[in-house]
């Protein structure tokens, strides 16, 4: 089979289409035909060497949706130990999931693990209620662009989105958001505020950090929410501070205006604010199977409705990951970045 194998870490250019024997799947997995599967930047850290869990020479991948051998039914997976830029994968059983009836590959695929981080994050992790306001930073990104539209569906009010340019703000607002913002703009806390009537955000969801967390948190109305997703100390080398763009959540790299990553907080800080700060990492939803099933039948009904669709920005040929990866890491992209795995360069 086909396959995009990395043997070191380097930069796009380090991503190669060989040919590999098909996996053989072990107890508890099924072999998956794939047609689709997806850039997100845990496969830019790992493809960098940022912070490398799989060992060398390894198929990236964390997600794929395609046909499930043992009975031909469409099915979604996520998959831990990579494997998705293949003709073929070994998915856990465990994280598969069918893929209903009318619902494309494409929109399961963005779905099921970024619409899972934006669900978990505004659901689980920041207890949303109806009538709340929320902000979302990386709002044009993969897990961001659903963030907004599903604290829409959900009742959220006035949903706010944060993006670096014209043109994505634009596209934050075409998603439903009643105000965008830029994440640079030194007033952003101000500006924040007079988004939800001067009272402050209820909610926000960040996956940058730095000053951009900084200025969330003195954003928050009292007993208001703070959900930190994926956020690094650094950037990997090659998502070094961009010339323009926020893009896709979950791990991002610098951002114009402000450093990224991890900031101190203090327990007399949260006090004084009457405010929280949270977590959350998809991988706490993955090990539970009964709220995986769930969470995906929630969003694939929201899919159904027309209220939640995964916006996607290009599907590129298994030849073209690596121009995928530089798109991505350069933060010109908008939503879901796929992988035509079948497809001919």
């Given at each position: 089979?086909?396959?995009?194998?990395?043997?070191?870490?380097?930069?796009?250019?380090?991503?190669?289409?060989?040919?590999?024997?098909?996996?053989?799947?072990?107890?508890?997995q099924?072999?998956?035909?794939?047609?689709?599967?997806?850039?997100?930047?845990?496969?830019?850290?790992?493809?960098?060497?940022?912070?490398?869990?799989?060992?060398?020479?390894?198929?990236?991948?964390?997600?794929?949706?395609?046909?499930?051998?043992?009975?031909?039914r469409?099915?979604?997976?996520?998959?831990?130990?990579?494997?998705?830029?293949?003709?073929?994968?070994?998915?856990?059983?465990?994280?598969?999931v069918?893929?209903?009836?009318?619902?494309?590959?494409?929109?399961?695929?963005?779905?099921?693990?970024?619409?899972?981080?934006?669900?978990?994050?505004?659901?689980?992790?920041?207890?949303?209620?109806?009538?709340?306001?929320?902000?979302?930073?990386?709002?044009?990104?993969?897990?961001?662009?659903?963030?907004?539209?599903?604290?829409?569906?959900?009742?959220?009010?006035?949903?706010?989105?944060?993006?670096?340019?014209?043109?994505?703000?634009?596209?934050v607002?075409?998603?439903?958001?009643?105000?965008?913002?830029?994440?640079?703009?030194?007033?952003?806390?101000?500006?924040?505020?007079?988004?939800?009537?001067?009272?402050?955000?209820?909610l926000?969801?960040?996956?940058v950090?730095?000053?951009?967390?900084?200025?969330?948190?003195?954003?928050?109305?009292?007993?208001?929410?703070?959900?930190?997703?994926?956020?690094?100390?650094?950037?990997?080398?090659?998502?070094?501070?961009?010339?323009?763009?926020v893009?896709?959540?979950?791990?991002?790299?610098?951002?114009?205006?402000?450093?990224?990553?991890?900031?101190?907080?203090?327990?007399?800080?949260?006090?004084?604010?009457?405010?929280?700060?949270?977590?959350?990492?998809?991988?706490?939803?993955?090990?539970?199977?009964?709220?995986?099933c769930?969470?995906?039948?929630?969003?694939?009904?929201?899919?159904?409705?027309?209220?939640?669709?995964?916006?996607?920005?290009r599907?590129?040929?298994?030849?073209?990951?690596?121009?995928?990866?530089?798109?991505?890491?350069?933060?010109?992209?908008?939503?879901?970045?796929?992988i035509?795995?079948?497809?001919?360069?």
């Open positions: 089979m086909r396959a995009v194998l990395l043997r070191h870490p380097g930069g796009p250019d380090a991503l190669r289409v060989e040919q590999v024997p098909e996996p053989v799947p072990e107890p508890g099924s072999l998956i035909d794939v047609t689709l599967t997806g850039v997100n930047f845990d496969d830019l850290d790992q493809r960098a060497g940022a912070h490398p869990h799989l060992p060398l020479p390894a198929i990236l991948g964390v997600e794929a949706a395609g046909r499930r051998r043992a009975d031909g469409r099915v979604v997976a996520l998959l831990r130990q990579g494997g998705g830029y293949a003709e073929v994968v070994a998915a856990p059983d465990a994280h598969t069918e893929i209903p009836t009318g619902l494309a590959d494409a929109q399961a695929l963005g779905l099921f693990e970024q619409g899972g981080t934006a669900y978990g994050a505004l659901v689980l992790a920041g207890r949303l209620r109806p009538g709340e306001s929320v902000a979302v930073t990386a709002a044009a990104g993969g897990v961001g662009h659903l963030a907004v539209q599903l604290a829409v569906a959900l009742g959220a009010s006035p949903v706010i989105g944060l993006a670096s340019t014209p043109a994505k703000r634009r596209f607002t075409g998603l439903g958001a009643d105000a965008a913002l830029g994440p640079a703009d030194p007033d952003l806390p101000a500006r924040l505020r007079a988004a939800t009537g001067g009272v402050g955000v209820d926000v969801v960040d996956s950090g730095g000053t951009v967390a900084r200025a969330a948190l003195a954003a928050l109305a009292p007993f208001g929410r703070l959900v930190c997703l994926g956020w690094r100390p650094t950037a990997a080398p090659d998502r070094a501070r961009p010339a323009t763009g893009g896709d959540p979950a791990g991002s790299g610098a951002l114009p205006g402000g450093e990224a990553g991890i900031i101190a907080l203090s327990t007399a800080e949260l006090a004084h604010g009457s405010i929280g700060c949270a977590g959350f990492w998809m991988r706490h939803v993955v090990d539970r199977r009964a709220l995986l769930d969470v995906a039948d929630r969003l694939f009904a929201l899919a159904a409705q027309g209220r939640l669709t995964v916006h996607v920005d599907t590129v040929p298994l030849a073209d990951v690596g121009a995928a990866h530089a798109a991505v890491a350069a933060r010109t992209t908008t939503g879901k970045v796929l035509d795995v079948r497809r001919e360069g």
